[in-house]
């Protein structure tokens, strides 16, 4: 059973469907080995779109072995894999590539379709869905291993919280009403051929939200690896010693005025983010008496924070 045979009987035994269109567009997938490397104009790519009328798809190096893959769309309602034989599959690639005298050595052949689906919840008591198996997007766009990713970060960060009392189990709640809306954005955007072509500033905002931007602090050192396991604070360089003493960890990180300005606060300012990057509370100048309140209500109401 593979990976998606896993996840669809997973989500049979918690009784969550899946929404969204099963299949969107069929591929035909060939790996093959040939001295592409050599003809291929540099700089190397990591992905060809083929364009050629007789032989469109995606052409990809997987390997430093002139090892490579082509997928080429089908029709699996009205052909077989039995009718690309070696033949055919040779004219496909020399099409797709220009190299008439290609002579390409098969290894696999196989087929696969888009699908854009995402679970109707990602949580049933203890179980919780995570990457493909609460959401399944096309390659459109580049989304889906960064969503997934992304899961699994906030995810794990809140049940490091439970487990060790730093929070109540409320807390696993959030899980689903952060992440779920953005599975489902990103799922409909790459089941759209044109969803993935976005303006930078726009894309930037929906993938980003509200993180913590980047900055580089020392040499080779990132506001964003200043993140702690609990809550991080940042302070501009004129932001007092602030006594904050609570059950979740909160380190402290004074930057210079114009690390402070980068992350938007005066030299008297303070950010306070969460493990993942996503700022709780920003303050330009002292926060006085908001900061602990800040604290208290990530602690004490647990209500998407």
Not at 89 to 106: C, D, E, H, N, Q
Not at 110 to 129: I, P, S, W
Request: proline residues 7%; aromatic residues 8%.
């Amino acid at each position: 059973m593979g990976a998606d045979g896993a996840h669809s009987t997973v989500r049979s035994a918690l009784g969550i469907s899946m929404a969204g269109p099963e299949r969107l567009v069929d591929y035909l997938s060939v790996l093959f080995r040939a001295p592409l490397r050599q003809v291929a104009p540099p700089p190397l790519h990591g992905l060809y779109m083929i364009t050629h009328p007789d032989a469109e798809g995606v052409l990809l190096p997987v390997s430093s072995a002139d090892r490579w893959m082509y997928s080429h769309p089908w029709n699996p309602d009205t052909e077989t894999l039995a009718d690309y034989d070696d033949r055919r599959l040779t004219a496909l690639i020399a099409a797709a590539t220009g190299v008439p005298y290609v002579r390409p050595v098969f290894e696999r052949v196989g087929a696969f379709d888009f699908t854009a689906q995402v679970a109707d919840r990602y949580r049933e008591g203890r179980c919780f869905l995570v990457g493909d198996a609460a959401h399944k997007i096309t390659p459109r766009g580049g989304t889906g291993m960064n969503t997934a990713i992304h899961d699994g970060f906030d995810l794990g960060w809140k049940l490091g919280w439970v487990v060790r009392r730093w929070a109540e189990e409320g807390l696993l709640d959030t899980y689903e009403t952060e992440r779920r809306p953005i599975g489902v954005r990103n799922t409909a955007r790459s089941a759209d051929p044109m969803g993935g072509r976005r303006a930078t500033p726009e894309a930037l905002a929906d993938d980003l939200g509200a993180r913590l931007p980047h900055m580089w602090v020392f040499p080779g050192v990132s506001t964003v690896d200043l993140l702690g396991p609990g809550l991080t604070l940042f302070t501009g360089p004129d932001g007092r010693q602030f006594g904050v003493r609570h059950e979740v960890p909160i380190a402290v990180q004074k930057l210079d005025l114009h690390g402070a300005r980068a992350l938007g606060m005066e030299a008297g300012g303070a950010l306070l983010a969460r493990p993942d990057g996503q700022v709780v509370s920003l303050w330009q100048h002292d926060p006085g008496a908001e900061l602990h309140a800040a604290i208290e209500q990530i602690q004490g109401a647990l209500v998407a924070i």
